[in-house]
């Protein structure tokens, strides 16, 4: 028998008072999903370089949709307005390193 196409599945992420639906896929757990998004969205990101934070500057860092890991990396997604947003990162205790920034056509990447 065929399956049809399958609805997604999201968790219920909550960091401080905000709670946010994502999808965990790659075996990511919702206790690493409440460390990662609170990062972003508490602001507690290093970068790479410079451009890699003007990049990040110009997101919404408070719609994340999903979030991944495998292969030794690390990826979350925002979405925006139409707009979606990949950034490749790695989590160091509270804070979160972006590595690569992905989305609207373009790539910045400084590794």
């Known amino acids: 028998m065929e399956s049809g196409p399958q609805e997604e599945e999201r968790t219920i ?7 946010f639906w994502v999808e965990l896929l790659g075996g990511v757990k919702p206790e690493g999903a ?5 990062a972003f969205v508490n602001g507690r990101v290093r970068y790479d370089s410079d451009d890699l934070k003007d990049e990040v500057s110009r997101i919404d860092l408070t719609q994340p949709t999903w979030l991944t890991t495998g292969d030794g990396e690390n990826w979350i997604n ?9 950034i490749k990162f790695q989590l160091n ?6 590595h690569k920034v992905t989305g609207h056509g373009w790539t910045a990447r400084y590794e």
């Open 78 to 86: 925002f979405s925006h307005a139409s707009q979606n947003t990949l």
């Open 34 to 38: 409440e460390k990662v998004i609170g």
């Open 13 to 19: 992420v909550r960091v401080g008072n905000r709670t």
């Open 93 to 98: 205790g509270d804070e979160v390193t972006v």
